[in-house]
């Protein structure tokens, strides 16, 4: 598209203004079903409207000119607003390639020099819709990253479980990532509470593999350098023959059947008295 071609595009912009806004903003608010009210969505048009005509008539012939700064900018913004909502990548780039039949209406002149701004037009806001599906993607794998990093935190839980004793009981599938956040975020609990013992319940866990099996071990070994004992508790039958199988030695670390076990474990270390009606375990040597 040349200086010349954008002049007469933004001149034909101005002049039907009403009439293209509303049959552009028509035909995208079928696709989006309702999700938009009608206010902001005509907002949002009426700010792309305006920003892509001013870049015409400045003489914008590609979008990585400066000129179309701000016409990118909302575009960005409107891209990620839509993966944010939920909105499909498709209905995001539609309402970028819309205007084009829209324009195609109201053309004055249908024959060559009329379809060719036209072509040229299209060709321009084909590049615009290439951003705007980059961006949502860009946006939406943000987006998945950020949400699946939650789910690992929220996922491993550090719970204090009596003055000086926290536990981190893991339930599901435990890859090298979640072995990780788990390491990551015990470690943190030690610093903050000061607890010289921390149980790994690995009672909900139904397999573990060699990767894990070694992020266990470190986390054990690191929780003994910040001068804390940690013990592992509730390794299955299926996880003990896997772990034998491996080779993977435990050394000396202390493990459990169950939490209640390490739990009674760690309570008789401190000093604690368990005799009575509650004391159904039986007593554990040191």
């Given at each position: 598209?040349?200086?010349?071609?954008?002049?007469?595009?933004?001149?034909l912009?101005?002049?039907?203004r009403?009439?293209?806004?509303?049959?552009?903003?028509?035909?995208?608010r079928?696709t989006?079903?309702?999700?938009?009210?009608?206010?902001?969505?005509?907002?949002?048009?009426?700010?792309?409207?305006?920003?892509?005509?001013?870049?015409?008539?400045?003489?914008?012939?590609e979008?990585?000119?400066?000129?179309?700064?701000?016409?990118?900018?909302?575009?960005?913004?409107?891209?990620?607003?839509?993966?944010?909502?939920?909105?499909?990548?498709?209905?995001?780039?539609?309402?970028?390639?819309?205007?084009?039949?829209?324009?195609?209406?109201?053309?004055d002149?249908?024959?060559?020099?009329?379809?060719?701004?036209?072509?040229?037009?299209?060709?321009?806001?084909?590049?615009?819709?290439?951003?705007?599906?980059?961006?949502?993607?860009?946006?939406?794998?943000?987006?998945?990253?950020?949400?699946?990093?939650?789910?690992?935190?929220?996922s491993?839980?550090?719970?204090?479980?009596?003055?000086?004793?926290?536990?981190?009981?893991?339930?599901?599938?435990?890859?090298?990532?979640?072995?990780?956040?788990?390491?990551?975020?015990l470690?943190?609990?030690?610093?903050?509470?000061?607890?010289?013992?921390?149980?790994?319940?690995?009672?909900?866990?139904?397999?573990?593999?060699?990767?894990?099996?070694?992020?266990?071990?470190?986390?054990v070994i690191?929780?003994?350098?910040?001068?804390?004992?940690?013990?592992?508790?509730?390794?299955?039958?299926?996880?003990?023959?896997?772990?034998?199988?491996?080779?993977?030695?435990f050394?000396d670390?202390v493990?459990?059947?169950?939490?209640?076990?390490?739990?009674?474990?760690?309570?008789?270390?401190?000093?604690?008295?368990?005799?009575?009606?509650?004391?159904?375990?039986?007593?554990?040597?040191?």
């Amino acid at each position: 598209m040349d200086e010349h071609t954008s002049k007469r595009l933004a001149a034909l912009m101005s002049d039907n203004r009403e009439t293209i806004l509303k049959q552009w903003t028509a035909s995208v608010r079928d696709t989006l079903r309702g999700r938009l009210t009608t206010t902001e969505l005509d907002r949002q048009f009426e700010e792309l409207y305006d920003a892509l005509q001013a870049a015409l008539d400045a003489d914008v012939t590609e979008i990585d000119s400066p000129g179309a700064a701000d016409l990118l900018s909302l575009l960005a913004d409107l891209s990620r607003s839509r993966a944010r909502h939920g909105f499909t990548a498709t209905e995001t780039a539609t309402s970028v390639f819309s205007i084009k039949e829209a324009l195609f209406d109201v053309l004055d002149d249908k024959q060559a020099r009329g379809l060719a701004d036209h072509a040229a037009f299209s060709r321009f806001l084909d590049k615009l819709g290439l951003f705007t599906f980059e961006t949502y993607v860009n946006a939406r794998d943000a987006i998945i990253t950020e949400q699946a990093e939650q789910l690992l935190e929220l996922s491993t839980p550090v719970v204090k479980l009596w003055d000086g004793v926290v536990a981190v009981p893991l339930i599901g599938t435990l890859d090298s990532a979640r072995s990780q956040v788990a390491m990551e975020r015990l470690l943190q609990a030690l610093v903050d509470t000061g607890s010289p013992y921390a149980i790994l319940d690995i009672t909900g866990v139904p397999a573990v593999d060699t990767q894990v099996a070694q992020h266990i071990l470190k986390t054990v070994i690191a929780a003994q350098l910040m001068g804390a004992q940690c013990i592992i508790s509730g390794i299955r039958p299926q996880i003990a023959q896997t772990i034998v199988s491996l080779g993977i030695e435990f050394g000396d670390i202390v493990t459990k059947a169950n939490l209640s076990d390490a739990l009674q474990y760690v309570l008789r270390r401190k000093g604690v008295d368990l005799a009575g009606p509650s004391a159904t375990s039986p007593a554990v040597g040191t």
